[in-house]
T-cell receptor, first 116, second 110 residues
């Protein structure tokens, strides 16, 4: 059983398209995240939700819109895709907000997005 | 100064050797510290938390130096399977901000 699952795993799409990446966690966690890892391997947080409430929204173009229908799901929709959006997008979850040493972040396997 | 800084490596180390790398952080209010491991084309996974008094997990030892604002990871008797990128993670509670370092690449050579 995959704890944090995201789909699709690979996505190749043209510039200007709109695409979504879905994420689900079956760990009963309250907090979910979207991270972006670019070609330089830098892992950067984009969004964080706690019990469906947005708690972190880093400086991300508003073409990126997260949606959390319930606390087990956090989807990422991207409008008008650009070449620079090519990256690996990791969904993740943790039991609570990341404020204690015991609060591990569990990552999904990543979604490899290539914009051509 | 970058928020979390690591030597990117790669560190090429013969099997069985001991290797150590550091991670420096800029915010003295940082509260929690971790090492994550990321294999090539895989997701990051927690390796170990870093406690104030230092902690050990098998061949791995983590240390925290608050005065100098760095954490370290020591790997003893390195195995081929230790080859990976090691990510330093720092959290300060003020705004739930979690910062990942860019990672240190480690190659264990047979």
């Amino acid at each position: 059983d995959t704890a944090v699952s995201q789909t699709p795993k690979y996505l190749v799409t043209q510039m200007g398209n709109d695409k979504s990446i879905k994420c689900e966690q079956n760990l009963g966690h309250d907090t979910m995240y979207w991270y972006k890892q670019d070609s330089k391997k830098f892992l950067k947080i984009m969004f964080s939700y706690n019990n469906k409430e947005l708690i972190i929204n880093e400086t991300v173009p508003n073409r990126f819109s997260p949606k959390s229908p319930d606390k087990a799901h956090l989807n990422l929709h991207i409008n008008s895709l650009e070449l620079g959006d090519s990256a690996v997008y990791f969904c993740a979850s943790s039991q609570d907000r990341f404020d204690s040493s015991g609060n591990t972040i569990y990552f999904g396997e990543g979604s490899w997005l290539t914009v051509v | 100064r970058k928020e979390v800084e690591q030597d990117p490596g790669p560190f090429n180390v013969p099997e069985g050797a001991t290797v150590a790398f550091n991670c420096t952080y800029s915010n003295s209010a940082s509260q929690s510290f971790f090492w994550y491991r990321q294999d090539c084309r895989k997701e990051p996974k927690l390796l170990m938390s870093v406690y104030s008094s230092g902690n050990e997990d098998g061949r791995f030892t983590a240390q925290l130096n608050r005065a100098s604002q760095y954490i370290s990871l020591l790997i003893r008797d390195s195995k081929l399977s230790d080859s990976a990128t090691y990510l330093c993670v720092v959290n300060w509670n003020r705004d739930d901000k979690i910062i990942f370092g860019k990672g240190t690449r480690l190659h264990i050579l047979p």
